[in-house]
Every structure is written in structure tokens, then in C-alpha cells.
């Protein structure tokens, strides 16, 4: 595989697990693309890691890369003061 190849099919792969992990989380998110697609990319970096060390698995697969993801997500908006309210909750 290229470099080239490489990137591209991180960057996709970057932006299905972002996607997915905002879905996850209710509420606006005001993030370009750019930053779901990092933001996917550390879900699928730290998951791996994580799989490594806890398992010693090669990769993190989709569902631990999202779950990792959506925990990133949920750090960010808590450290922006912001609450994480379920989806039948009333304001």
C-alpha cells in the first residue's frame, strides 16, 4: 500500500468513526469535518492502544474505535462546560 493509499483510507476511516461517535452523543456539535475526522482518528489510535494493552489484539476494530471516540467527545464537551443529557431528558 502507498502513502497515499495509506492517508486517504485514514481519513475515511477517520471520518466514519467521528461520524458515527457523534451520533452517538446527543446535542449540537459545532465541529467542521476536519475536526471529526481527527477526532475519529483518535478514537481509532487511543482504541488501539487500549485493545494492545488490554487484550494484545493488532487492531481496534469499529466498535472499540467508536466507543473510544465517543469518550473523547464526551471529554471535550465536559471540558467546555457543557452537560451530556439523554435523549428522552426534559430542559
Known amino acids: ?4 493509499a495509506y492517508l486517504l483510507a485514514l481519513v475515511a476511516i477517520g471520518l466514519v468513526v467521528g461520524a458515527l461517535a457523534r451520533l452517538a452523543l446527543p446535542g449540537p456539535d459545532p465541529m467542521s469535518i476536519p475536526a471529526t475526522i481527527a477526532l475519529g482518528v483518535a478514537g481509532t489510535f487511543a ?10 489484539a493488532d487492531g481496534a476494530g469499529i466498535v472499540v474505535s467508536v466507543a473510544v471516540a465517543t469518550l473523547i467527545l464526551w471529554g471535550i464537551r465536559r471540558s467546555r462546560g ?10
Open 1 to 4: 500500500m502507498t502513502l497515499l
Open 47 to 56: 482504541g488501539g492502544i487500549v485493545m494492545r494493552l488490554l487484550f494484545d
Open 82 to 91: 457543557e452537560r451530556v443529557r439523554p435523549y428522552n431528558s426534559r430542559r
